[in-house]
Nanobody, 110 residues
Framework: AQLVESGGGLVQPGGSLRLSCAASGFTFSRSAMNWARQAPGKGLEWVSGIYSDGRTLSADAIKGRFTISRDNAKNTVYLEMKSLKSEDTAVYYC?????RGQGTQVTVFS
């Protein structure tokens, strides 16, 4: 089983990015998926989650700015990020259960 994140990069405050996480080796359509992030010098922070039925949950820090979605046909979960702030700078991870990908770096700088 594997999770592979992509889509991170450098962006100015107010900018947007879309992260993708490609899943393989397990029944993706039946799995709840999450995004979490780790800022420099801080612990892992849950960001958003999506159930197999499409229901979503999000942390207060990103509500109204980030949107999680999934495409079961592509075994992929996305995180659309808008109005990015410097405090969103972190390594973003895709997770399900105890599994976590290698992460993708998002850096917001002015």
């Amino acid at each position: 089983a594997q999770l592979v994140e992509s889509g991170g990069g450098l962006v100015q405050p107010g900018g947007s990015l879309r992260l993708s996480c490609a899943a393989s080796g397990f029944t993706f359509s039946r799995s709840a998926m999450n995004w979490a992030r780790q800022a420099p010098g801080k612990g892992l922070e849950w960001v958003s989650g999506i159930y197999s039925d499409g229901r979503t949950l999000s942390a207060d820090a990103i509500k109204g700015r980030f949107t999680i979605s999934r495409d079961n046909a592509k075994n992929t979960v996305y995180l659309e990020m808008k109005s990015l702030k410097s405090e969103d700078t972190a390594v973003y991870y895709c997770t399900t259960g105890s599994m976590r990908g290698q992460g993708t770096q998002v850096t917001v700088f002015s």
